[in-house]
Each structure stands twice: as C-alpha cells, then as structure tokens.
T-cell receptor, first 107, second 114 residues
Framework: SQQGEEDPQALSIQEGENATMNCSYKTSINNLQWYRQNSGRGLVHLILIRSNEREKHSGRLRVTLDTSKKSSSLLITASRAADTASYFCAAFYKLSFGAGTTVTVRA | AAGVIQSPRHLIKEKRETATLKCYPIPRHDTVYWYQQGPGQDPQFLISFYEKMQSDKGSIPDRFSAQQFSDYHSELNMSSLELGDSALYFC?????????????FGAGSRLTVL
C-alpha cells in the first residue's frame, strides 16, 4: 500500500503566490521526506522532517508534521516558474511514494 | 559531486525481447533501489539491495531480476518485455549511517517497448 498520499493532485498558481500541498500516511514513521520531480527527470530530495519535529524550514520551503493525524504539509512561499514540478512525500517504511502533487506556476 | 549514473538513458525494444539497465551508485553508497514510473504514474518501488544482498522487494514482476555486484553497481534485467513495461526506470542510492534515509536518484532510463 502507498505510504504517502498527496493532496491536491494538481495545483496551478501565479508566480509569487504560495503553494500548499498535503500528505497523509498510514503507519508509524521515524521521518518523512519530500521530493521534487521535474518532468521526466529523477526525484530530488527537498527536506526531511523527523517524527519528533513539528515544523522545519529550508529556504522557501516549510514542512509541518502531525504524527497524531499521520499527515504532513509542504508550503512553498513566493513561488517561481522554476518550482513547476511534481512533489512527492515519502514515509520511509516501505520505500513507497504517493501519487504526488503536480504544481504549475504561471508567470 | 558524483551522482548516481544510469545507463542507457534511452532504450527501445520490441515485445518479448530482453533489456538490461545499469546503475552506478554514489561512491560509498552501499544501498541501491530500483523504481518504475509509468506515464503519469507515481514511482513504484521494485527492489533494493544492501551490501550486494536483496534487502527488500516491491512490485517487481517475475520476468524481472536484479543484482548488485561487488563494486556496488546494480543491474536490472527485464525479459519477455511487454508494452506495459514502457516506463522510466530510476535507480537511487543511499549510504549507511547518519542521514542514511535520504535517497539520491539517477536521471533514469527510459524504456520504450514497441
């Protein structure tokens, strides 16, 4: 079964706006990770949040984790055209990725 | 910095043929993962190796096999290819120890089965 399910499946925003996507998982974790994939390319690691952390920042990225709800969110602030990609979360229990959120940033 | 190298980048095969994909992990990364991503699909975990031994198995068809060699590179062998095997195949590697959960992905090998 999938260890990460993203919501929404697709998101279209204007450059400069914020993009928020959510991820739910099913089992206990020791960390949750977010990856980005540009079309037809390999996945690139963005950020890792440990189970004892509630929020983490990295540049324009902000990740939250709620282990009681088994959910995480990724916020991209001040989006740019280069942020256009698919975003996947992965709760590394069974090494599975969810369906991903495709983000399109319009200039 | 060295990355994960996959070859070939593109491969075209006919139905029922065989194909072999290769993956060269980052130096000192001893764990390798294989993923299959069909068009518009999420990456599906196929199989992983740690220290040349299979460590986990996902949705890998029986027609596929893989191994990790003494230099830690890995090969994915696919036989009796079907149209549905057309996909991007990613290899990822990670080290053991602190920070070990983060995977570094290769650029992928695109297989087209005609």
């Amino acid at each position: 079964s999938q260890q990460g399910e993203e919501d929404p499946q697709a998101l279209s925003i204007q450059e400069g706006e914020n993009a928020t996507m959510n991820c739910s998982y099913k089992t206990s974790i020791n960390n949750l990770q977010w990856y980005r994939q540009n079309s037809g390319r390999g996945l690139v690691h963005l950020i890792l949040i440990r189970s004892n952390e509630r929020e983490k920042h990295s540049g324009r990225l902000r990740v939250t984790l709620d282990t009681s709800k088994k959910s995480s969110s990724l916020l991209i602030t001040a989006s740019r055209a280069a942020d256009t990609a698919s975003y996947f979360c992965a709760a590394f229990y069974k090494l599975s990725f969810g369906a991903g959120t495709t983000v399109t940033v319009r200039a | 910095a060295a990355g994960v190298i996959q070859s070939p980048r593109h491969l075209i095969k006919e139905k029922r043929e065989t194909a072999t994909l290769k993956c060269y992990p980052i130096p000192r990364h001893d764990t390798v993962y294989w993923y299959q991503q069909g068009p518009g699909q999420d990456p599906q975990f196929l199989i992983s190796f740690y220290e040349k031994m299979q460590s986990d198995k996902g949705s890998i068809p029986d027609r596929f096999s893989a191994q990790q060699f003494s230099d830690y590179h890995s090969e994915l062998n696919m036989s009796s290819l079907e149209l549905g095997d057309s996909a991007l195949y990613f290899c990822a590697s990670r080290p053991q120890g602190p920070g070990a959960n983060v995977l570094t992905f290769g650029a992928g090998s695109r297989l087209t089965v005609l």
